[in-house]
């Protein structure tokens, strides 16, 4: 079912649950309609007749005593036409609603009918006293009338006082009905609409993570992503799965093709070197310039030696392969070598070194020497001297914290414009400090040496023309030195082993 069908079912589920109360309501009218219609059609229609009797029965009574007063024959040819007329608007009462109500009535009308009907035969034969005789009867007759016309009409407003209460229940249970509907209608709305909400939202957001990890280098998918899914979602899943293993594969063949590229490089770059030193040494009439030219060969080779050697631990690094020489170290060993290294270079560039080692700091840690020394610390200062003016001072200050010691590698340079301090940690990444200048990996590979370490380096401070500080903490003995060492960062996805060589000191920058 594709997602498009689901969102119509359940649109179409959430229409009619909310359809529902509308029709309950509806239905509710319908019967107060008919409370209304039946009222009207009864309770008024027979109100109007039985009074329409009542005046009848009235005018029956003065044409019987004009008849019997005048003798005038006019009035009774009327007084039958009352009669014809009660009879009539009886037989209406019979079929109204109120039947039973009103048949206590026919008795008196056909009794009225009989008397009226004797009066008038007994006038027409000028039977007078016989005539008045018989009139006397008729008004018993009249009053018993009147008695059940007011009985009847009591018993019909006692039936529409009842019919009036039960439209007044049917209105009440109806609002009550009709509220507890659209209440349960609404709950019943939001579970679908949650139900659907969350079957829309868990697996995006699963494929979000999903994706936001293969954004930070991590190409493993997750089995917890709706694969199985027949919709949009599960075609997505699918894709995303199928890109991820693409990404994978792609991942390896590139670490592949840096760790074999850089080992076959640096056979032709040591020959070059070699055959350079060769040149300077065995022949010594060699002009100035040409000296000059072999210079430029033997520094571009080391150079990309360098830059080669730079890749191999990329590569090591991306593979799960890099391996770390543990030993427990002098940190004054480690200052004063760095300290051996850079003066050179600090008194050719007429910048000041200042290296301190605090009393807080401890004398030793357990470290893999290379790795600090060169690849970390080494590398701060190459940049730190790259990028400070001749005339200011380079700080390399060490102190210790609980449980660890931290290095600050404080410069005098240009600083970390803001727009590039969030990515100076990033593979080939080159700001407006480089000058285009570097590989953009020097940084990198300290981040990721520093966390094969279990410590962190971060850029501290870095004001825009007053330098850069680097902060380097590392702790005093890094987790599990004798044993594998796990690493979360550029998605290793083995564990590092101890290495039996260490790499050379590299003195230039990344």
């Given at each position: 079912?594709?997602?498009?069908?689901?969102?119509?079912?359940?649109?179409?589920?959430?229409?009619?649950?909310?359809?529902?109360?509308?029709?309950?309501?509806?239905g509710?009218?319908a019967?107060?309609?008919?409370?209304?219609?039946?009222?009207?059609?009864?309770h008024?229609?027979?109100v109007?007749?039985?009074?329409?009797?009542?005046?009848?029965?009235?005018?029956?009574?003065?044409?019987?005593?004009?008849?019997?007063?005048?003798?005038d024959?006019?009035?009774?040819?009327?007084?039958?036409?009352?009669?014809a007329?009660?009879?009539?608007?009886l037989?209406?009462?019979?079929?109204s609603?109120?039947?039973?109500?009103?048949?206590t009535?026919?008795?008196?009308?056909a009794a009225?009918?009989?008397?009226?009907?004797?009066v008038?035969?007994?006038?027409?034969?000028?039977?007078?006293?016989?005539?008045?005789?018989?009139?006397?009867?008729?008004?018993?007759?009249?009053?018993?009338?009147?008695?059940?016309?007011?009985?009847?009409?009591?018993?019909?407003?006692?039936l529409?006082?009842?019919?009036f209460?039960?439209?007044?229940?049917v209105?009440?249970s109806?609002?009550?009905?009709?509220l507890?509907?659209?209440?349960?209608?609404?709950?019943?709305?939001?579970?679908?609409a949650g139900s659907m909400?969350?079957?829309?939202?868990?697996?995006?957001?699963?494929?979000?993570?999903?994706?936001?990890?293969?954004?930070d280098?991590?190409?493993?998918t997750p089995?917890?992503?709706p694969?199985?899914?027949?919709?949009?979602?599960?075609?997505?899943?699918?894709?995303?799965?199928?890109?991820?293993?693409?990404?994978?594969?792609l991942?390896?063949?590139?670490?592949e093709?840096?760790?074999?590229?850089?080992?076959?490089?640096?056979?032709p770059?040591?020959?070059?070197?070699?055959?350079v030193e060769?040149?300077?040494?065995?022949?010594?009439?060699?002009?100035s310039?040409?000296?000059?030219?072999?210079?430029?060969?033997?520094?571009?080779?080391?150079a990309?030696?360098?830059?080669?050697?730079?890749?191999?631990?990329?590569?090591?690094?991306?593979?799960g392969?890099?391996?770390?020489a543990?030993?427990?170290?002098h940190l004054?060993?480690v200052?004063?070598?760095?300290?051996?290294?850079f003066?050179?270079?600090?008194?050719?560039?007429?910048?000041?070194?200042?290296?301190?080692?605090?009393?807080?700091?401890?004398?030793s840690l357990?470290?893999?020497?290379?790795?600090?020394?060169?690849?970390?610390?080494?590398?701060?200062?190459?940049n730190?001297?790259?990028?400070?003016?001749?005339?200011?001072?380079?700080?390399?200050?060490?102190h210790?914290?609980?449980?660890?010691?931290?290095?600050?590698v404080?410069?005098?340079g240009?600083?970390?414009?803001?727009?590039?301090?969030?990515?100076?940690?990033?593979k080939?990444?080159?700001?407006?400090?480089?000058?285009?200048?570097?590989?953009?990996?020097?940084?990198?590979?300290?981040k990721?040496?520093?966390?094969?370490?279990?410590?962190?380096?971060?850029?501290?401070?870095?004001?825009?023309?007053?330098?850069?500080?680097?902060?380097?903490?590392?702790?005093l003995?890094?987790?599990?030195?004798?044993?594998?060492?796990p690493h979360a960062?550029l998605?290793?996805?083995?564990?590092?082993?101890?290495?039996?060589?260490?790499?050379?000191?590299?003195?230039?920058?990344?």
């Open positions: 079912m594709t997602l498009r069908s689901k969102l119509l079912a359940s649109f179409g589920a959430v229409t009619v649950v909310l359809l529902l109360p509308v029709l309950f309501a509806a509710k009218l019967e107060m309609r008919d409370f209304a219609v039946e009222g009207r059609a009864g008024a229609a027979t109007v007749t039985l009074g329409r009797m009542q005046a009848t029965m009235a005018e029956l009574d003065l044409l019987e005593r004009s008849l019997v007063a005048t003798g024959p006019r009035a009774g040819a009327a007084a039958e036409e009352a009669v007329s009660l009879h009539t608007d037989g209406r009462l019979r079929a609603p109120y039947t039973e109500q009103v048949s009535l026919g008795p008196v009308v009225m009918g009989l008397i009226a009907g004797r008038g035969e007994l006038m027409h034969e000028d039977r007078i006293v016989a005539a008045t005789a018989a009139f006397e009867q008729l008004r018993p007759v009249f009053d018993e009338a009147e008695r059940r016309f007011t009985s009847v009409a009591d018993s019909i407003d006692v529409a006082s009842r019919d209460s039960r439209a007044e229940a209105s009440v109806g609002r009550r009905d009709t507890v509907g659209v209440a349960a209608a609404l709950l019943l709305a939001f579970l679908v909400t969350r079957s829309l939202t868990q697996p995006l957001r699963r494929l979000g993570r999903a994706m936001a990890r293969v954004a280098g991590s190409f493993v089995d917890d992503l694969y199985g899914r027949r919709d949009e979602i599960g075609d997505l899943a699918g894709s995303f799965r199928a890109m991820t293993h693409r990404l994978a594969e991942d390896r063949m590139k670490s093709f840096l760790g074999v590229a850089s080992h076959e490089l640096k056979t770059l040591n020959v070059i070197n070699g055959y060769l040149l300077e040494e065995a022949d010594t009439s060699i002009s310039e040409h000296l000059g030219f072999l210079n430029g060969i033997a520094e571009q080779t080391q990309m030696a360098r830059l080669v050697s730079r890749l191999m631990d990329i590569s090591r690094l991306e593979a392969t890099y391996r770390m543990w030993e427990r170290i004054e060993d200052v004063t070598g760095l300290s051996r290294v003066e050179t270079l600090a008194e050719q560039k007429k910048v000041a070194l200042d290296f301190r080692i605090l009393d807080s700091a401890p004398a357990v470290l893999d020497v290379d790795i600090i020394r060169d690849e970390v610390l080494g590398n701060l200062l190459s730190a001297l790259k990028f400070t003016p001749p005339g200011e001072r380079i700080e390399l200050t060490v210790g914290e609980e449980g660890g010691v931290v290095f600050t404080t410069d005098s240009p600083g970390i414009p803001p727009e590039h301090r969030d990515f100076i940690f990033e080939h990444y080159r700001g407006d400090r480089s000058n285009a200048v570097g590989s953009g990996l020097g940084l990198a590979i300290a990721e040496m520093v966390e094969l370490h279990g410590g962190l380096i971060t850029l501290e401070e870095s004001e825009e023309g007053q330098g850069a500080r680097f902060r380097v903490a590392l702790p003995t890094p987790p599990s030195p004798e044993l594998e060492v960062s998605a290793l996805a083995g564990r590092l082993r101890p290495r039996k060589q260490r790499a050379r000191f590299p003195v230039a920058s990344a």
